[in-house]
Structures are given as C-alpha cells and as structure tokens.
C-alpha cells in the first residue's frame, strides 16, 4: 500500500529564514514528486515537481528527492508571511508518457512569523 | 496550465438524495481526476476518468455511490448517490495534460450532508 508521511506540524519559521519541509513515501516503484499549497479554503496549488534525485531550484523554492533513502522535501529561503500555507507532498507511481492518481501525505502546516 | 471551472461550488444536500458535481477544462486533456478532501484531511484519490472507457475507481469506493461520466476530453462529472452525512467533505477534479507532467486542480465543491 502507498503512504506519505509528513509532519503535520505546525512548524513555525520567522519571517526571511528557511522553512523545510519533509516527507517520506514507502513505494520504492514511485517515480514522481510533487510539493502542492494549500490555502485555508482553497484548492491545491502546484509548487513544483521532481522526477530525479538530486536538487531542483525554483526561485526560493527547492525539492530535493532521495530514492535511496525514501526522502523528499521542500525548502523555502527568504520565508515570507504569504507562505503560511498547509504543503502537501504527493507521489505518483508513473512518470514520462504515463499518468496515475496521486497519494498524497496529510500535509504540514507551516506559519511565517512576522 | 489548463484552466478548470467546477459546478456546483457548494451545496447542502439532505441524506438520501444524489448530487452530481461537474468539471470543465477549457482544453483537452487525456486524464482527468477525482479527490475527496474530508474535514480536516488530505486528497484522497477516488476514481480515475478516462474518456470512452469506464472510471477506474480506487479501493474503498464503488461505481454504485459514485458513478462518472467522462463524455469527451474537456468534460467530466461525479455523482455522489444516496448521500450521508459522512460524505460531508470536498470534492476536486484535477488533470493531467499528458508528457507526466504535474496534475492540476480545480477549485472544488464544497458539499454539506445533513
């Protein structure tokens, strides 16, 4: 069975630090990584994807994924109060031309504080 | 990223009666999605909606309480039948637009069983 771990926090960063975040999966068949925000009453909101080990940079967000270990987290640099959101981390089975449904973790809820 | 529209945006419902949710996507896409997000909880993935074929649903939910339709490549729809209380909760159709890239969320309905 597929599961997602993270902590649900919260987990309370200051304003302008690096707030990271974690998860881990148990399927070593995944092959896919997503970060998604969630807004209170809002839907999910793609943050980034990574397929391969190693980092992957988007602005001030960076994934990093570790297969061997199971890992992956999310890092946010310069930490701002806007990014007070619940992340969730999902994984998904197949990557490339194909496409499957995505296990999402219960999600950790980050606060910037001011 | 495509853009996906939801109807209804919410509704309260009385138990016994039947809801159907639809979602539209101003492009075609191959995959599309169905989640519930209870109380509180993360996405759990329901059924997957492929167009011409049936729905492929996940274990712990049924064709009988929630049948799909996916008529065409833009179009789809959820019903939830012979509602409870316990199926109180979000419910969010996503994409996925193909080349394994990431899935895309629409803005959800919000349904209250009483």
């Known amino acids: 069975q597929k599961e997602v771990e993270q902590n649900s926090g919260p987990l309370s960063v200051p304003e302008g630090a690096i707030a990271s975040l974690n998860c881990t999966y148990s399927d070593r068949g995944s092959q896919s990584f997503f970060w998604y925000r969630q807004y209170s009453g809002k839907s999910p909101e793609l943050i980034m994807f990574?397929?391969?080990?190693g980092d992957k940079e988007d602005g001030r967000f960076t994934a990093q994924l570790n297969k061997a270990s199971q890992y992956v987290s999310l890092l946010i640099r310069d930490s701002q109060p806007s990014d007070s959101a619940t992340y969730l981390c999902a994984v998904n089975l197949n990557s490339g031309g194909g496409a499957d449904g995505l296990t999402f973790g219960k999600g950790t809820h980050l606060i910037i504080q001011p | 990223s495509a853009v996906i529209s939801q109807k209804p945006s919410r509704d309260i419902c009385q138990r016994g009666t039947s809801l159907t949710i639809q979602c539209q996507v101003d492009?075609?896409?191959?995959?599309m999605f169905w989640y519930r997000q209870q109380p509180g909880q993360s996405l759990t993935l329901i059924a997957t909606a492929n167009q011409g074929s049936e729905a492929t649903y996940e274990s712990g939910f049924v064709i009988d309480k929630f049948p799909i339709s996916r008529p065409n490549l833009t179009f789809s729809t959820l019903t939830v039948s012979n509602m409870s209380p316990e199926d109180s909760s979000i419910y969010l159709c996503?994409?996925?637009?193909?080349?394994?890239?990431?899935?895309?969320f629409g803005p959800g309905t919000r349904l209250l069983v009483l």
């Open positions: 492009s075609q896409v191959t995959m």
């Open positions: 990574i397929y391969s080990n």
């Open positions: 996503s994409v996925d637009q193909g080349l394994g890239v990431a899935q895309y």
